[in-house]
């Protein structure tokens, strides 16, 4: 960023932003939708294919105005064009930030570090596409003469979320001959679980680990190796025929075993959490194919060439990403529901967590100072119509500021009688009640008690947006994860903070290398933590019966 850009409260725009909001902020929905007929076609915006209503939150067109002379104001334009020419925007780990090359077509030109990238990521993508079909097609023998016919994917953060969400969401495109599991946490029961019913022989595992060196993921995969040449009598050279790497860590796989013929290879400019569409997406193209990998690659490109061309007032990741900074920074909200209506994404909200809360939960600058303002909400959220029946209430009539993100598609992939119809009524009904709710003469109109009349009442004025499309496809899918990204992006700019590194995540690594052995070791260890876990270690050993 440049440092011609004022800190994010003194400008301009923010300080608009703030006597706006002194002036909107008991203004209900019912007033803003009575006062303008239209509102509900007005305020609403489609790209790619991707149709986002936005009327049902609590803005009206100079709050639009505001916010977008706000992200004007903090270099957003200036910023999302260094992010596509490859500039090391990642300060913190000096590292350009380029998912976006992922799905950039052949013949276009990203250079890093004086080297074209595009050549080499359609290098690898020929390389999976290659695997995939034979697997595939049954022609990649195990070891013992069988097909493949289990696979699993070890790996944990971005090199599980999104693999175990694009499955499950592209489930309906997925090959069904071929199982696939995710094992991802040091739980030994998640590894136990996912082989107890498998027989080595016809199992592929795919271990993914942008670094090779994270301890749940080589944990794991050390004793996915046993559990594998157990089975199959101890032959180690069978372990080149069930074993492969996606990795930016070539030294680190050979080391582990793995034939480096068989790693696909990404590279540090793709972060964890942007890493579904890179090799780490292995196993998605495993079930779905290299053409519905390469249609999921399509959408991404379809909304990241949006993003970069479209002026901010017709920018969907723009303006999702300012609706969300209102309600975090102006009023308060500190989470974000996402739900979608669509079985299929029932994984959705987890990788979001990643995506946005490991991306946008920073307390300094760029700069290193600490910021005064609120930086990334907390993301939550479960499909409907189970939500409903479980935390709705609180959105409904609780005290909080919820701003909820619906997501529906028109189209069901499994068209049962009047399902689809019924559940689109309810998303449609849950984002009017959030709105308008229920008026005390309403509720006292249809002839409830008085004693009960007010645990009726639905004060409304809850806002949400409702993001539609046609059908959920490889190609939805990725429109739909790039406008996330792109939000995400959108926000961590203004908010002046660096979205692509992760050092939170250090401390608890570190303290655990520490505790490990003090829990492992057979003499009574000599600890000097803090007496709270100084106490919890030595229960711990008594209770496993420590020697
Ligand atoms: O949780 C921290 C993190 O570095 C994530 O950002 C990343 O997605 C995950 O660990 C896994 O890392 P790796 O792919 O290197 O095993």
Redesign the pocket.
């Given at each position: 960023m440049t440092a011609a850009i004022a800190p994010l409260t003194a400008r301009p725009a923010w300080q608009a932003l703030k006597a706006h909001h002194q002036q909107i902020r008991e203004v209900h929905l019912q007033q803003l939708f009575a006062d303008d007929p239209q509102r509900g076609e007005r305020l609403t915006l489609e790209a790619a294919g991707l149709y986002l209503d936005y009327s049902k939150n609590r803005i009206t067109d100079e709050t639009v105005k505001l916010l977008l002379q706000l992200a004007r104001e903090s270099g957003l334009g200036e910023r999302i064009d260094a992010m596509f020419r490859g500039e090391k925007i990642n300060v913190t780990e000096k590292r350009a930030v380029l998912h976006v090359a992922l799905r950039t077509p052949q013949g276009a030109s990203i250079v890093v570090d004086g080297e074209n990238v595009v050549p080499q990521v359609h290098a690898v993508l020929a390389k999976m596409a290659e695997f995939a079909q034979r697997i595939r097609r049954g022609d990649w023998r195990g070891h013992t003469g069988k097909p493949i016919k289990n696979v699993i994917n070890i790996?944990?953060?971005?090199?599980d979320l999104g693999p175990v969400m694009a499955y499950e969401a592209l489930k309906h495109y997925s090959e069904r001959a071929l199982t696939f599991r995710f094992v991802s946490n040091i739980d030994g029961t998640d590894f136990a679980e996912a082989v107890r019913d498998l027989d080595p022989g016809e199992t592929l595992f795919i271990i993914?680990?942008?670094?090779f060196t994270?301890l749940e993921?080589m944990t794991n995969a050390h004793t996915a190796r046993d559990w594998f040449l157990a089975g199959l009598g101890g032959e180690v050279k069978a372990v080149a025929r069930h074993f492969v790497a996606v990795s930016t860590n070539t030294e680190k796989v050979r080391e582990f075993g793995i034939d480096t013929a068989n790693m696909f290879e990404f590279w540090d400019w793709v972060g964890?959490?942007y890493s579904l569409d890179s090799a780490i997406g292995l196993s998605t193209m495993l079930a779905i194919g290299p053409d519905n990998f390469q249609a999921m690659l399509s959408g991404f490109h379809q909304m990241d060439e949006h993003f970069r061309t479209a002026p901010f007032e017709a920018n969907l990741p723009v303006l999702l990403g300012l609706l969300g900074l209102w309600y975090n920074d102006f009023f308060g909200a500190q989470t974000v529901a996402v739900l979608p209506y669509e079985q299929y994404l029932k994984r959705f909200p987890a990788y979001l967590q990643q995506l946005t809360m490991?991306s946008n939960g920073k307390q300094v600058t760029l700069e290193g100072t600490a910021v005064d303002y609120q930086t990334g909400p907390i993301y939550w959220g479960e499909p409907g119509t189970n939500g409903q029946h479980s935390f709705y209430q609180l959105i409904h009539q609780g005290t909080r500021l919820i701003p909820c993100d619906f997501i529906a598609f028109a189209q069901p992939l499994n068209p049962l009688g009047r399902h689809h119809d019924m559940l689109l009524a309810n998303v449609l009904a849950q984002t009017e009640a959030l709105a308008f709710g229920k008026a005390p003469e309403q509720v006292q109109a249809e002839g409830t008690p008085d004693w009960l009349a007010p645990h009726r009442v639905f004060l409304g004025n809850r806002p949400s947006n409702t993001i539609l499309a046609a059908r959920l496809t490889p190609e939805t899918l990725g429109k739909l994860v790039a406008l996330y990204e792109h939000s995400v992006f959108t926000q961590g700019t203004i908010w002046g903070i660096n979205s692509f590194d992760?050092w939170g995540?250090e401390l608890g690594k570190a303290l655990a290398q520490r505790i490990i052995p003090e829990l492992e070791s057979r003499e009574e260890p000599r600890l000097a933590h803090d007496s709270s876990t100084n106490a919890l270690i030595r229960r711990y050993r008594r209770l496993k019966g420590a020697p």
């Amino acid at each position: 960023m440049t440092a011609a850009i004022a800190p994010l409260t003194a400008r301009p725009a923010w300080q608009a932003l703030k006597a706006h909001h002194q002036q909107i902020r008991e203004v209900h929905l019912q007033q803003l939708f009575a006062d303008d007929p239209q509102r509900g076609e007005r305020l609403t915006l489609e790209a790619a294919g991707l149709y986002l209503d936005y009327s049902k939150n609590r803005i009206t067109d100079e709050t639009v105005k505001l916010l977008l002379q706000l992200a004007r104001e903090s270099g957003l334009g200036e910023r999302i064009d260094a992010m596509f020419r490859g500039e090391k925007i990642n300060v913190t780990e000096k590292r350009a930030v380029l998912h976006v090359a992922l799905r950039t077509p052949q013949g276009a030109s990203i250079v890093v570090d004086g080297e074209n990238v595009v050549p080499q990521v359609h290098a690898v993508l020929a390389k999976m596409a290659e695997f995939a079909q034979r697997i595939r097609r049954g022609d990649w023998r195990g070891h013992t003469g069988k097909p493949i016919k289990n696979v699993i994917n070890i790996g944990i953060g971005g090199s599980d979320l999104g693999p175990v969400m694009a499955y499950e969401a592209l489930k309906h495109y997925s090959e069904r001959a071929l199982t696939f599991r995710f094992v991802s946490n040091i739980d030994g029961t998640d590894f136990a679980e996912a082989v107890r019913d498998l027989d080595p022989g016809e199992t592929l595992f795919i271990i993914s680990s942008k670094t090779f060196t994270t301890l749940e993921t080589m944990t794991n995969a050390h004793t996915a190796r046993d559990w594998f040449l157990a089975g199959l009598g101890g032959e180690v050279k069978a372990v080149a025929r069930h074993f492969v790497a996606v990795s930016t860590n070539t030294e680190k796989v050979r080391e582990f075993g793995i034939d480096t013929a068989n790693m696909f290879e990404f590279w540090d400019w793709v972060g964890g959490r942007y890493s579904l569409d890179s090799a780490i997406g292995l196993s998605t193209m495993l079930a779905i194919g290299p053409d519905n990998f390469q249609a999921m690659l399509s959408g991404f490109h379809q909304m990241d060439e949006h993003f970069r061309t479209a002026p901010f007032e017709a920018n969907l990741p723009v303006l999702l990403g300012l609706l969300g900074l209102w309600y975090n920074d102006f009023f308060g909200a500190q989470t974000v529901a996402v739900l979608p209506y669509e079985q299929y994404l029932k994984r959705f909200p987890a990788y979001l967590q990643q995506l946005t809360m490991e991306s946008n939960g920073k307390q300094v600058t760029l700069e290193g100072t600490a910021v005064d303002y609120q930086t990334g909400p907390i993301y939550w959220g479960e499909p409907g119509t189970n939500g409903q029946h479980s935390f709705y209430q609180l959105i409904h009539q609780g005290t909080r500021l919820i701003p909820c993100d619906f997501i529906a598609f028109a189209q069901p992939l499994n068209p049962l009688g009047r399902h689809h119809d019924m559940l689109l009524a309810n998303v449609l009904a849950q984002t009017e009640a959030l709105a308008f709710g229920k008026a005390p003469e309403q509720v006292q109109a249809e002839g409830t008690p008085d004693w009960l009349a007010p645990h009726r009442v639905f004060l409304g004025n809850r806002p949400s947006n409702t993001i539609l499309a046609a059908r959920l496809t490889p190609e939805t899918l990725g429109k739909l994860v790039a406008l996330y990204e792109h939000s995400v992006f959108t926000q961590g700019t203004i908010w002046g903070i660096n979205s692509f590194d992760q050092w939170g995540v250090e401390l608890g690594k570190a303290l655990a290398q520490r505790i490990i052995p003090e829990l492992e070791s057979r003499e009574e260890p000599r600890l000097a933590h803090d007496s709270s876990t100084n106490a919890l270690i030595r229960r711990y050993r008594r209770l496993k019966g420590a020697p």
